[in-house]
């Protein structure tokens, strides 16, 4: 637990041990620790090595309060989902090739071919944003255990966009560094008020700064086709 001079509490943690849900209980109870010198130095080790791995990190925002939950709803599509198609859209926008993530692999051809129509003005547009929608809605009731066991689940581990979203308004913001050395972390969430997300890459690889920038560009794009075509 960090807390900063104006009272605002951070909680930084590693992350192998279990999902971030978990640590959304920990921010509503209070706990007392007794800490011998041994734990102390231990605190004071920790602190040196997580400020030297914090600085090969670049830190990028992007919020956006032209959509938000209800509205994404009200044209029946999944926020999530729009979310997703935004951060694809800014990856391809940005290095002209489509990124993975291992989150329910939201990188489909449904999402390829929304991108493609974006970028070369063809197509239905409303008509691709529905079906990325519900692939990516189906995909995420799907078990997929035997990929695991494929031949490529290697090649596929080399996840260059790495996202994920806790569904809550009690955390202002978070984040979490990318997995591959040229990859993007991306913490995001879309609630009543707006959606954004907070971006990591590491320095001397690919900007996160400009990646938030790109995403935005994205999210604009997709409000226009949804206001145009599928508000309701």
Not at 12 to 19: A, M, R, V
Not at 37 to 46: H, W, Y
Not at 143 to 154: K, P, R
Not at 197 to 220: K, P
């Amino acid at each position: 637990m960090i807390v900063d001079a104006n009272g605002m509490a951070t909680i930084n943690f590693e992350h192998s041990w279990g999902d971030g849900v978990a640590i959304l209980r920990l921010m509503e109870e209070s706990f007392h620790f007794t800490l011998s010198e041994s734990l102390r130095q231990k605190i004071k080790d920790a602190q040196e090595k997580h400020v030297a791995v914090g600085s090969r990190l670049r830190i990028g925002t992007a919020e956006y309060f032209g959509m938000n939950r209800k509205f994404i709803k009200r044209s029946k599509l999944s926020p999530d989902s729009i979310m997703q198609l935004a951060v694809q859209l800014a990856f391809y926008k940005l290095f002209n090739e489509f990124g993975r993530t291992e989150c329910v692999r939201s990188a489909t051809c449904a999402t390829r071919d929304t991108v493609l129509a974006v970028e070369n003005g063809q197509g239905d547009l409303a008509e691709l944003l529905k079906k990325c929608s519900a692939v990516h809605s189906q995909m995420i009731k799907e078990a997929a255990t035997e990929l695991f066991n494929s031949d490529v689940y290697q090649y596929m581990n080399q996840f260059v966009i790495s996202t994920s979203t806790l569904a809550t308004e009690t955390v202002v913001l978070g984040g979490f560094g990318p997995v591959v050395p040229d990859g993007f972390g991306i913490a995001y969430n879309v609630v009543p008020a707006k959606m954004g997300a907070v971006i990591l890459s590491y320095n001397g690889q690919r900007d996160a700064t400009i990646f938030a920038d790109a995403l935005l560009e994205s999210l604009d794009i997709l409000k226009n086709t949804i206001e145009k075509k599928l508000l309701i």
